[in-house]
């Protein structure tokens, strides 16, 4: 009996050790900073809806910076390690310089893995006392959407303490802090010589303002260029279909409205994309969005005929008039307005069914 016990204990053992050892692994490989050698991701920066396409500059870091110094320290010699460390603790210390932030204290425990930077708006003529200035975007996502929140309240706190310019005022439902200038011709502090490094000491322009939106902490250098970010995000039309390219509209079912497209193809990149970015202007639906949502060709020349075959389908992917409920139910859920819509879909059937759920929802929720 005794024996018996020794060896089920012996196996829960091995099992557990196994367990523990493939779990190990299974992290390793995963959070290693050698997987960056694989190449960097190739998703579109999030931040990047909230900046125009006429932007003269747009750059993003799709990592977090720690990961970026844990590679080097991978391939640093033991003697060079601690010379690396001090390289990047550094660098940190430039970019932040003037700034009374510290990395590792208010940023290091809630960025994500996008920092991204773009010159919005260009200042041509360089005239600071024509009121018009370069306006820019700083967007730092977030994976900890309280302790970034706690780092904005901190600094606009500490702020409100020395001078009475900070500002705060809610913008469609996004909290916007700034520290509003005294005059239109004060100017931006100078930014100083170059360190040893050749990084040059950063310092906050001299008006700016803040915001947490969707997670991401994003920095402007006035409270007017969020507006003009939040407002930038409803200019968008949501292009819905899983083979048609709006970019190319050979069949011109592209509306013609002069927005910026953004192409989904299925259903959940469909609420993915609303859920992410918010309800765009426009949406145009395709209805068939699977091969098995195609009617056979030999119903086309019939309305009735193929409305009686799609009805008696029992479809396993989502289709379009699946979006358009999702949509309608998102609208109620969060007491928005539905989007202007077009169907551009050539399922008749499908395209009617699509437009009846939309304007049955205008007329009874008008």
């Not at 396993?316 to 999702?326: F, L, P, S």
Request: net charge neutral.
């Amino acid at each position: 009996m005794k024996l018996r016990s020794f060896f089920s204990f012996l196996v829960v053992g091995v099992f557990a050790l196994l367990a523990l050892s493939a779990g190990g692994f299974y992290w390793l490989t995963t959070q290693t900073p050698l997987n960056l050698l694989n190449g960097g991701p190739t998703n579109t920066p999030a931040a990047a809806v909230f900046v125009s396409k006429q932007a003269p500059l747009l750059v993003s870091m799709l990592v977090n910076p720690d990961r970026i110094e844990a590679l080097r320290q991978v391939f640093a010699t033991p003697a060079e390690r601690s010379r690396s460390h001090a390289e990047f603790e550094q660098i940190k210390k430039s970019l932040l310089a003037n700034t009374n932030l510290d990395y590792s204290r208010d940023i290091q425990p809630w960025i994500g893995d996008e920092i991204t930077f773009a010159i919005a708006t260009p200042d041509i003529d360089r005239d600071r006392n024509n009121g018009q200035q370069m306006g820019f975007l700083l967007a730092l996502s977030s994976q900890n959407a309280d302790r970034s929140q706690q780092f904005l309240d901190s600094y606009w706190k500490k702020q409100s303490a020395t001078t009475k310019l900070v500002k705060s005022e809610q913008y469609k439902g996004i909290q916007l802090t700034y520290k509003k200038l005294p005059t239109l011709n004060q100017k931006s502090q100078t930014i100083s010589p170059l360190n040893r490094l050749s990084l040059p000491s950063s310092s906050l322009p001299s008006s700016f303002a803040t915001a947490l939106i969707s997670d991401s902490s994003d920095l402007k250098n006035n409270h007017k260029m969020h507006k003009t970010a939040v407002n930038y995000s409803d200019d968008r039309m949501l292009w819905l279909d899983d083979l048609r390219n709006p970019f190319i509209n050979i069949e011109g079912r592209v509306p013609k409205e002069n927005l910026i497209i953004d192409w989904v193809l299925n259903y959940e990149q469909f609420v993915q994309w609303i859920e992410k970015y918010g309800l765009p202007r426009i949406i145009s639906f395709d209805h068939d969005l699977a091969d098995e949502h195609y009617t056979p060709e030999e119903y086309w020349h019939d309305y009735q005929i193929s409305k009686e075959y799609q009805d008696a389908q029992n479809y396993q992917e989502k289709t379009g008039m699946d979006c358009a409920k999702w949509l309608i139910d998102y609208c109620i859920d969060n007491k928005k307005p539905l989007p202007i819509f077009y169907v551009h879909s050539a399922n008749s059937v499908g395209a009617d069914n699509i437009n009846s759920i939309l304007n049955n929802y205008l007329k009874h929720c008008s």
